[in-house]
Nanobody, 126 residues
Framework: QVQLVESGGGLVQAGGSLRLSCAAS????????MGWFRQAPGKEREFVAA????????YYADSVKGRFTISRDNAKNTVYLQMNSLKPEDTSVYYC???????????????????WGQGTQVTVSS
């Protein structure tokens, strides 16, 4: 059974940093893109960042570009999200996800991901 387990969320002051981790189990995802999404109360889930299966390409939402960095360790079946210079508007539940297409390159759309974690809360105080 496939499981994605996020960790690393918490409460941080504006300007601070957090590092999220997402460990996958049940199968290997080294041939699939992986992404991070977030959802605030009353809002739709939105794309945050994604990384290609071969680590060569990363994508970021404009709102986090220059502050967040996505990375992955295929040997550990784990994807990370380093979040720096956090802002109160970054407060959300953060989800990791695995893309549904092997070697897929279009990694921005929520609907193209078919495995999701349970989410981890990130709260940034002003």
């Amino acid at each position: 059974q496939v499981q994605l387990v996020e960790s690393g969320g918490g409460l941080v002051q504006a300007g601070g940093s957090l590092r999220l981790s997402c460990a996958a189990s049940g199968r290997t995802f080294s041939n699939f893109g992986m992404g991070w999404f977030r959802q605030a109360p009353g809002k739709e889930r939105e794309f945050v960042a994604a990384i290609s299966w071969n680590v060569r390409t990363t994508y970021y939402a404009d709102s986090v570009k220059g502050r967040f960095t996505i990375s992955r360790d295929n040997a550990k079946n784990t994807v990370y999200l380093q979040m720096n210079s956090l802002k109160p508007e970054d407060t959300s539940v953060y989800y990791c996800a695995v893309h549904g297409v092997r070697f897929g390159s279009s990694l921005l759309r929520t609907g193209d991901y078919n495995y999701w974690g349970q989410g981890t809360q990130v709260t940034v105080s002003s």
